[in-house]
Nanobody, 125 residues
Framework: VQLQASGGGLVQTGGSLRLSCAAS????????IAWFRQAPGKEREWVSSRRSGDGRTYWADSVKGRFADSRDNAKKMVYLQMNSLKPEDTAVYYCAAGPRPIISALHLMGSYSYWGHGTQVTVSS
């Protein structure tokens, strides 16, 4: 089982980036995919989760309205489109997969069994 995030980079405030998460070794359809991020000196924080059942995406308040997600189960790819980026979005971003956590647990790291290596996003002011 592998998850690999990519697409990070350096962008100016207000810019956009699209992160990709490639999954292998498991059936993506059956898993909820989440994005987390970790800024220097801070704890890893939840960004979003897209549920495998109803396909609904849940968002952290800090990114709601600026970020969007999509997934292609056939290609085993998940995408995080980040718009209107702010310096506080600077972090290493991780994708993770979990076997259908309940809604109240979507934001918890322990709900996700598989984690990929992160990709660095830096937003300059």
């Amino acid at each position: 089982v592998q998850l690999q995030a990519s697409g990070g980079g350096l962008v100016q405030t207000g810019g956009s980036l699209r992160l990709s998460c490639a999954a292998s070794g498991f059936t993506l359809d059956y898993y909820t995919i989440a994005w987390f991020r970790q800024a220097p000196g801070k704890e890893r924080e939840w960004v979003s989760s897209r549920r495998s059942g109803d396909g609904r995406t849940y968002w952290a308040d800090s990114v709601k309205g600026r970020f969007a997600d999509s997934r292609d189960n056939a290609k085993k790819m998940v995408y995080l489109q980040m718009n209107s980026l702010k310096p506080e979005d600077t972090a290493v971003y991780y994708c993770a997969a979990g076997p259908r956590p309940i809604i109240s647990a979507l934001h918890l790291m322990g709900s996700y069994s598989y984690w990929g290596h992160g990709t660095q996003v830096t937003v300059s002011s």
